[in-house]
C-alpha cells in the first residue's frame, strides 16, 4: 500500500517528508541553546525541574550556551553544507524554555538567527506555561515573516503521572495554550514521552486520542530515556519501575500513529540520548534499528497512521 504523505517505506507524515513538500528542498533543523531557564527550576512554579530532565535542560545536541547563537548555528551548518551545500536550515531553540525571557530579549536571539542566509523558520520548544500575552503577540507578528513552530511539551495528558514527574501546569494550562497559539494561526508541535513510570498502554493511547483531538500541525514522540544525575535516576535506583521492551515501545508506537490524523506530522518518533548519559533502556541507543522496526511493524500489520480514524 501507498500512504498519502510518503514518497518512502513509511506509513506515517515523516517531518523530512513535510519539509521536503513545503521548501521544496532539503531542510535541517540546527540546535541551539539560548541559555534560557526554566520556570520549573528557577522557583516561578517548581524547583528541580521535570524529574528526567539533564543538567542540560534537554538539550544534549543543543550548542555550547558559552558560544554565540550564530557560532552555534554556523558550526553546524558549516558540516552539513559540506554534504548538501544547498540546503535550508531552521533555527531550532531547544534548551530549557525557549520564551521564558523578556520580548527584547527574545527578539534579539530570534532574530539574530533569522538574518541569517537560507534561514527559512524557528521551532522553538517552551511550556505553556511560559509564553505571557506580550510574547503571544510577539510570536504572531515573527509568525507572518517566517515559518514558524512552537514546540509545547506535554509528556502526558494524566495529571497523576504529570505531578509524578513534577511538570507543575495542568492539562487545562496546555489545552488553552494550544488554543491561543492556533488562534494566532501558530503552528503547535506537542511533545510527549511513552513509558512514563506507571503507566499502561491504555494511558499512553489516551494521551493520542486526546491530541488527535486539537488543532495541533506536529507531535514528537520520545521514549523515556533513564538519565544519570536526575531525580528520574534516584526514582529507578529506589523502586525499579517497568522499563519499556524496544517490543513493547514498537507495538505501542504503532498503535499511537493508527489514531492520528494522518495530515499531523510526526516530528520524532524515538529519543535519542548519548550513551554516556544513559541508564535505561539501552537499546535506544540503536535509533535506526528502532526506526526500522517501526516500519517493519506497520508493514506487518498492514497499517498506515490514521488506519483507525476510518473504522
Known amino acids: 500500500m501507498s500512504f498519502k504523505y510518503s514518497d518512502s517505506n513509511k506509513r506515517y507524515h515523516t517531518l523530512d517528508y513535510f519539509y521536503k513538500h513545503k521548501f521544496n528542498s532539503k531542510v535541517f533543523k540546527v540546535s541551539l541553546n539560548a541559555g534560557f531557564s526554566c520556570p520549573n527550576i528557577d522557583g516561578t512554579v517548581g524547583f528541580g525541574g521535570c524529574i528526567y530532565c539533564s543538567k542540560l535542560g534537554s538539550g544534549e545536541y543543543a550548542g555550547n550556551k558559552e558560544d554565540n547563537l550564530i557560532t552555534q548555528f554556523n ?9 548538501w551545500p544547498n540546503s535550508l536550515y531552521i ?21 539574530s538567527i533569522l538574518n541569517l542566509e537560507n534561514v527559512v523558520g524557528l521551532n522553538i520548544a517552551t511550556r505553556p506555561d511560559a509564553i505571557s500575552d506580550e510574547c503571544l503577540n510577539y510570536l504572531e507578528e515573527l509568525s507572518q515573516k517566517t515559518y514558524l513552530t512552537i514546540e509545547l511539551g506535554l509528556q502526558t495528558i494524566h495529571e497523576s503521572t504529570s505531578k509524578l514527574i513534577n511538570r507543575c501546569h495542568s492539562l487545562d494550562c496546555f489545552t488553552k495554550m494550544v488554543l491561543s497559539l492556533r488562534k494566532r494561526n ?5 511533545h510527549i514521552i511513552n513509558g512514563l ?17 486539537l488543532d495541533i500541525q506536529g507531535i514528537k514522540i520520545h521514549m523515556l530515556s533513564i538519565l544519570k544525575n536526575t531525580a528520574l535516576a534516584n526514582l529507578y535506583t529506589k523502586t525499579k519501575f517497568h522499563v519499556l521492551t524496544k517490543e513493547e515501545y514498537v507495538d505501542i508506537v504503532c ?6 490524523r494522518p495530515e499531523i ?6 529519543g535519542d540520548p548519548k550513551a554516556s548519559d544513559l541508564i535505561e533502556p539501552d537499546w535506544l541507543v540503536k535509533k535506526f534499528c528502532v526506526l526500522n522496526e517501526i516500519d ?4 506487518r500489520r498492514d497499517s498506515y497512521q490514521g ?3 476510518e473504522i
Open 91 to 111: 533555527g531550532y531553540f531547544q534548551a530549557n524554555t525557549n520564551t521564558y525571557a523578556p520580548v527584547e530579549i527574545l527578539k534579539e536571539k530570534y532574530e
Open 75 to 83: 558550526e553546524i551548518k558549516n558540516i552539513i553544507s559540506k554534504k
Open 307 to 309: 488506519k483507525n480514524l
Open 255 to 260: 498503535d499511537q500513529l493508527e489514531y492520528l
Open 265 to 270: 506530522v510526526i516530528n520524532r518518533i524515538t
Open 197 to 213: 513510570p506507571y503507566e499502561t498502554k491504555e494511558m499512553m493511547i489516551e494521551t493520542i486520542k486526546f491530541l488527535n483531538q
Open 296 to 299: 517493519k511493524e506497520m508493514k
Open 186 to 190: 501558530i503552528n503547535v508541535v506537542v
